[in-house]
T-cell receptor
Framework: EADIYQTPRYLVIGTGKKITLECSQTMGHDKMYWYQQDPGMELHLIHYSYGVNSTEKGDLSSESTVSRIRTEHFPLTLESARPSHTSQYLC?????????????FGPGTRLTVL | DAKTTQPNSMESNEEEPVHLPCNHSTISGTDYIHWYRQLPSQGPEYVIHGLTSNVNNRMASLAIAEDRKSSTLILHRATLRDAAVYYCILRDAGDAGGTSYGKLTFGQGTILTVHP
């Protein structure tokens, strides 16, 4: 069973609020990822990190930002939430290197912005 | 990334085998074939991967065509808990040195429905 956690699982918030989605893993993985998934649609990579102090933007442009101050922690922040940010956000991690290394996913945070 | 093609949906009966196909005609010699699945209201989970030879693990088997242009995920006895979206993904071995960020490019996948 994967040791990767996301909080909150569900969040309903008003427009303009600042929010932070938490993601933590206890496997000591260097690589961490954030994906965004609209209902019934594909997952799209929005951020990734090679390790501490490393953050990069993914394939899908996102107004969110991320930080990686500790290996185990990779939070995602939206400074001013909008209804267009309504989606599911999935965090994942993997051991550094190798195309065969599996990614472990958290349960996701389902965000609704009113 | 090389593209994969999967049927939009498939149905099965409980305790029967399920064969989920995936076409990847533009696969390169260094691409690994990965399968993930996403159960309802959960994040994706790894199922199996392979390069050239058929592979078995506790969850499933992966049969890879000799020309590697297609593969089939086999669930030997489907259960209701196997109802999920199954994704076939190619990962470049160029990630071996850790220089790539090892992303997974998800397509639409196959929605598997299992009937009691």
């Amino acid at each position: 069973e994967a040791d990767i956690y996301q909080t909150p699982r569900y969040l309903v918030i008003g427009t303009g609020k600042k929010i932070t989605l938490e993601c933590s893993q206890t496997m000591g993985h260097d690589k961490m990822y954030w994906y965004q998934q609209d209902p019934g649609m594909e997952l799209h990579l929005i951020h990734y990190s090679y390790g501490v102090n490393s953050t990069e933007k993914g394939d899908l442009s996102s107004e969110s930002t991320v930080s990686r101050i500790r290996t185990e922690h990779f939070p995602l922040t939206l400074e001013s939430a909008r209804p267009s940010h309504t989606s599911q956000y999935l965090c994942a991690s993997s051991h550094r290197g190798g195309p065969y290394n599996e990614q472990f996913f958290g349960p996701g945070t389902r965000l609704t912005v009113l | 990334d090389a593209k994969t093609t999967q049927p939009n949906s498939m149905e099965s009966n409980e305790e029967e085998p399920v064969h989920l196909p995936c076409n990847h005609s533009t696969i390169s010699g260094t691409d690994y074939i990965h399968w993930y699945r996403q159960l309802p209201s959960q994040g994706p989970e790894y199922v199996i991967h392979g390069l050239t030879s058929n592979v078995n693990n506790r969850m499933a088997s992966l049969a890879i065509a000799e020309d590697r242009k297609s593969s089939t995920l086999i669930l030997h006895r489907a259960t209701l808990r196997d109802a999920a979206v199954y994704y076939c993904i190619l990962r470049d071995a160029g990630d071996a040195g850790g220089t790539s960020y090892g992303k997974l490019t998800f397509g639409q996948g196959t929605i598997l429905t299992v009937h009691p």
